[in-house]
């Protein structure tokens, strides 16, 4: 079974890992985050889950306002071909959560490291770094150097490139 917020945020603090998470209304968008979020200092996160065509998954997780060209992408992060982005029912069973809340937390819920995830350099230039805590109605602010510590405590490498254009 899938790790909640509330697992999330115990697992975190059982790093050793300090954290603050703000409630707000459900978020799906950029726009709508930049709306209702409020002013949470740090650097805002979009996630892409994408697929190529060998069955392999990503995540990348960059600055809100990133582009990413889905056309080339693939050279930089060594997917097979071109991507795509992953189905829903693929990010519910691998990361545990939904389309709208993705979230480089996701990958607590990847025990057996199908997704390789990646971090922009230029969201990474941020000393705090703000993501959903697994579900789309919070945002949960964590220091730089801490989100490395989470991903590698997942068993996954935290590989950071410049992803966006």
Avoid: C, W
């Amino acid at each position: 079974m899938a790790m909640g917020r509330d697992q999330l945020l115990e697992y975190l603090a059982g790093l050793g890992i300090e954290t603050k998470t703000y409630d707000h209304p459900p978020l799906f968008t950029v726009s709508q985050s930049e709306d209702l979020r409020g002013d949470i200092p740090g650097g805002h996160t979009k996630n892409l889950f994408l697929k190529d065509k060998k069955g392999s998954y990503f995540l990348l997780t960059v600055g809100e306002h990133a582009v990413i060209d889905l056309k080339t992408i693939h050279t930089k992060i060594g997917a097979s071909g071109r991507v795509s982005f992953g189905k829903a029912e693929m990010l519910e069973e691998l990361l545990g959560v939904i389309p709208g809340a993705v979230t480089i937390f996701g990958l607590v819920n990847d025990k057996a490291g199908q997704v390789k995830a990646f971090l922009d350099a230029d969201l990474m230039a941020h000393d705090l770094i703000n993501a959903h805590p697994l579900t789309n109605d919070a945002t949960t602010a964590i220091g730089r150097d801490d989100l490395v510590r989470f991903i590698e405590a997942t068993g996954h490498e935290a590989t950071v490139l410049k992803l966006a254009e």
